[in-house]
């Protein structure tokens, strides 16, 4: 009878622990990720094209992208991300998403670029490589897919 009852203890504290742990850990990442990041193109001549994503701690995130001038003015906005997130394991989510995006040029008001399309959803990996480095790492491409296989945002 003694052991049943360890056995049985032994199996709930293992339980509880190890759904703890997997708790923590989705949101050490959670805690990492919240924050403004950034990415910015090589520069053109005197131009860069920049993305600067927000991520929140009610897991909205928002994606702008736009041209700046090496004083980092904006020139003008190209699209914009609107959605939520959610961790899973080590991978990003992004759903429920609203795109605006004006193919081939800029808009001077980000309220100006029309709206394309909804339910947007993907997964990319999370590599933090310091605290203030994060790789996103995409799905592999297909062969005739033009994508990038990973972004490496910087902490704002």
């Given at each position: 009878m003694?052991n ?5 203890t ?7 622990f190890?759904a703890c742990?997997?708790?923590?850990g ?6 990492k990720?919240q924050?403004?990041?950034f ?21 909205k ?15 003008g ?15 990003l ?7 605006y995006?004006e193919?081939g ?14 339910e ?8 933090f490589?310091q605290s203030?480095?994060?790789?996103l ?8 897919e ?7 945002l910087?902490?704002k």
């Amino acid at each position: 009878m003694k052991n049943l009852l360890y056995l049985i203890t032994c199996g709930f504290l293992l339980t509880v622990f190890g759904a703890c742990q997997k708790d923590n850990g989705a949101s050490g990442l959670q805690q990492k990720l919240q924050g403004n990041w950034f990415r910015q193109n090589d520069w053109n001549a005197d131009t860069a094209y920049r993305d600067d994503y927000t991520f929140t701690a009610d897991h909205k995130i928002l994606i702008i992208s736009f041209v700046i001038d090496k004083q980092n003015h904006i020139h003008g906005y190209t699209s914009k991300l609107e959605g939520s997130y959610t961790i899973n394991g080590d991978s990003l989510v992004v759903s429920n998403s609203k795109f605006y995006h004006e193919k081939g040029q800029e808009v001077a008001a980000i309220n100006d670029l029309p709206y394309k399309t909804t339910e947007l959803r993907y997964a990319q990996k999370l590599l933090f490589i310091q605290s203030n480095q994060l790789h996103l790492i995409s799905r592999p491409c297909g062969p005739f897919e033009n994508c990038v296989p990973y972004l490496a945002l910087t902490r704002k």
